[in-house]
């Protein structure tokens, strides 16, 4: 399978790669790590006239302690993210979610912001960033803005980006020391999106859970965070009868579509799973 | 149509060439440099026949196009026997062990177990089958392919190999 022609671009900062991007306007498409687009090119499912590729833009590829942030280049691949001891450290739910996306040559290439940035509601990094808390800093012609995760899906491939403007970093605050998290992903194989996935962060003190943050992949048009399922287990020992409700809670959130990888009602109970298991492991990493 | 001038090290000889952006780099591979090594499997991404090393990294080269690899080091099956000639332990490994039945993956597996074992000289079993779950093998059932990176793993680290228990 063969793309279409397109001209090839390869800027090496950001703001020659945004005065491109707007002066080719709907005609052109960041390139990151190319694992979502060149497969849609090869099957002239997407055939842009021209590709700006940012992998030469040096200053995307940061892992960086901020303050009470840790901030992370879009163009940082998820095999950095799996290796790196920084985030290992401070946010370890990156690596375990890194683990379980695609394989490890697509892990290779394949970065964070390309994954957050795309839109697609297959992407395992958009629930974990709601999970998170985190922001992505857009920038375009007039500069950077910085837009929360929880706010930045309107629909499947509908982002808050606009014309010309580029997911440039990641910031993500860093959850406190001891906290419990998990991420959960079913899938049929190696290499394919989730039939449903969860991401959970906690704090237990004395066992009684202090904080919670629910994330879920793939059971929407967007990812979806869980803010009424998770505020059900603040303040409770995560005993059965409160663990029961958060997973009623966040199963009736989900408006899965029906495809090849189960009829909708399934994937649903399959979210409250993910959610069921990523709590537990959560619960049993948390320090209380 | 408009071709670039790309100049690119392959199995340590520089090259340079002329490619339409839109050539893949498997396609500049086998049809512009005739190393046929590296095989299109599905073309999608998923099986990972195609896999060669680029700057340190395993690479898909059915999903990436021959002009992002411009400035870069490629690695194909082509370039890893020993430089007189004999099979590197890899290559051995995979006789040995009988870790190939059609021969189809074995270039992309080799590759793959390659980069593999540069970044954990001493991988578990599972560090094997989780670092090779991007190369689909439809004839052996991974048991010897497992075996041969073992073997591979033994014979670059001096250590005596350990054949696993059925």
């Known amino acids: ?288 | 149509m408009t071709k670039s001038h790309i100049k690119v090290t392959i199995n340590g000889k520089p090259v340079e060439a002329l490619v339409e952006p839109r050539t893949l780099l498997i396609h500049f591979l086998r049809e512009q440099q005739n190393l046929t090594g590296a095989h299109i499997g599905c073309d999608t991404g998923h099986c990972g026949a195609c896999t060669v090393d680029m700057d340190d990294m395993s690479v898909k080269s059915c999903m990436t196009f021959a002009i992002q690899a411009d400035g870069a080091r490629i690695t194909t099956i082509e370039g890893v026997a020993n430089p007189d000639g004999t099979l590197s332990a890899l290559q051995e490994g995979f006789r040995m062990m009988h870790g190939l039945q059609c021969g189809y993956c074995t270039p992309g597996m080799i590759l793959r177990a390659h980069r593999l074992l540069q970044e954990n000289p001493n991988p578990t079993e599972d560090e094997i089958r989780t670092g090779i779950a991007g190369n689909l093998c439809r004839c052996t059932g991974y048991v010897n392919i497992v075996r041969a990176i073992q073997y591979a793993a033994a014979k670059i680290n001096g250590t005596p190999f350990q054949e696993a228990a059925e």
């Open chain 1, 1 to 288: 399978m063969i793309p279409g022609t397109f001209d090839y671009h390869r800027p090496t900062t950001v703001e020659s790669a945004v005065a491109l991007l707007m002066k080719l306007g709907e005609d052109a498409r960041p390139l990151a790590g190319g694992h979502s687009l060149i497969p849609l090119m090869k099957t002239r499912l997407a055939s842009p006239e021209h590709l700006v590729d940012l992998s030469a833009i040096e200053g995307l590829r940061r892992v960086e302690v901020e303050g009470n942030d840790v901030v992370i280049g879009a163009m940082t691949t998820q095999h950095s993210v799996i290796t790196s001891t920084v985030l290992a450290e401070l946010v370890p739910i990156l690596r375990e979610t890194a683990l379980v996306i695609a394989d490890p040559q697509i892990r290779y290439k394949g970065t964070i912001g390309g994954n957050c940035a795309n839109g697609d509601p297959g992407n395992d990094m958009p629930a974990l960033m709601q999970c998170l808390g985190a922001s992505y800093q857009l920038t375009g012609a007039d500069g950077n803005r910085l837009v929360p995760a929880r706010d930045f899906y309107l629909g499947a491939y509908e982002t808050a980006l606009e014309p010309g403007e580029i997911l440039t970093e990641i910031r993500i605050p860093v959850p406190p020391a001891g906290h419990g998290y998990g991420y959960e992903k079913l899938k049929r194989k190696v290499g394919d999106y989730a039939t449903a996935a969860a991401a959970v962060v906690i704090t237990m003190v004395s066992g009684t859970c202090t904080s919670a943050s629910i994330g879920l992949t793939n059971v929407s048009e967007t990812p979806l965070w869980a803010a009424e399922a998770a505020g059900i287990l603040v303040g409770s020992t995560l005993d059965a009868a409160t663990v029961d409700a958060a997973v009623a809670a966040a199963e009736a959130i989900t408006n899965p579509a029906s495809d090849m990888r189960g009829p909708s009602e399934y994937r649903t109970k399959m979210a409250g799973v993910m959610l069921r298991r990523a709590l537990e492991r959560a619960r049993t990493r948390a320090i209380a």
